[in-house]
T-cell receptor, first 115, second 113 residues
């Protein structure tokens, strides 16, 4: 079935370090791909999305490119800040014959950024 | 401001009691969802509804029930049949369409002792 696999955490970085969180997927349809972020004690917020191959989603300095050939959607940021500390979820939505599919989430990657 | 409101934020119940979690949205979204979040397990879908008066089971519906009598409301009842009810529960809504993102509430943390 459809699934999302993302790198296990926790990931600990120093401020201004480069961030990569890997995400790969399996899907039989034509997925849209998403990254969500969850700050402590809160719900999830959409960080960015891409709806077709080679699309790049970007927001708040974060980027991810939809790579169909490697079935990947890795999250990157050039210089992290302490305020980026959170849990990051990769997710996909698949077309089941024209009806709206539901999001399938990875297990989440916890990021801690030290000053 | 438009958004999703979940209440209460913290809820404590004794084992054997049913409990209902509230979820209200004013985003005019057709679809609404309930997820359960446990440490290290990500989000698991309990129930979803794409239209008023209709809903479908998700991956872990056993021990839960829902209703969708109004577009803006999608309450979740955790019944005494749910074997491990202590968890963080998240409600979400979205527009129709595969690329429509989910909008989440801030969650309800349920503790059953």
């Amino acid at each position: 079935g459809d699934s999302v696999t993302q790198m296990e955490g926790p990931v600990t970085l120093s401020e201004e370090a480069f961030l990569t969180i890997n995400c790969t997927y399996t899907a039989t349809g034509y997925p849209s791909l998403f990254w969500y972020v969850q700050y402590p004690g809160e719900g999830l917020q959409l960080l960015l999305k891409a709806t077709k191959a080679d699309d790049k989603g970007s927001n708040k300095g974060f980027e991810a490119t939809y790579r169909k050939e490697t079935t990947s959607f890795h999250l990157e940021k050039g210089s992290v800040q302490v305020s980026d500390s959170a849990v990051y979820f990769c997710a996909l939505s698949v077309d089941y014959g024209g009806s709206q599919g539901n999001l399938i989430f990875g297990k989440g990657t916890k990021l801690s950024v030290k000053p | 401001d438009g958004g999703i409101t979940q209440s209460p934020k913290y809820l404590f119940r004794k084992e054997g009691q049913n409990v209902t979690l509230s979820c209200e949205q004013n985003l005019n979204h057709d679809a609404m969802y309930w997820y359960r979040q446990d440490p290290g397990q990500g989000l698991r879908l309990i129930y979803y509804s794409q239209i008023v008066n209709d809903f479908q089971k998700g991956d872990i519906a056993e021990g839960y029930s829902v209703s969708r009598e109004k577009k803006e409301s999608f309450p979740l009842t955790v019944t005494s049949a749910q074997k491990n009810p202590t968890a963080f529960y998240l409600c979400a809504s979205s527009d129709r369409g595969l690329s429509s993102p989910l909008h989440f509430g801030n969650g309800t943390r349920l503790t059953v002792t």
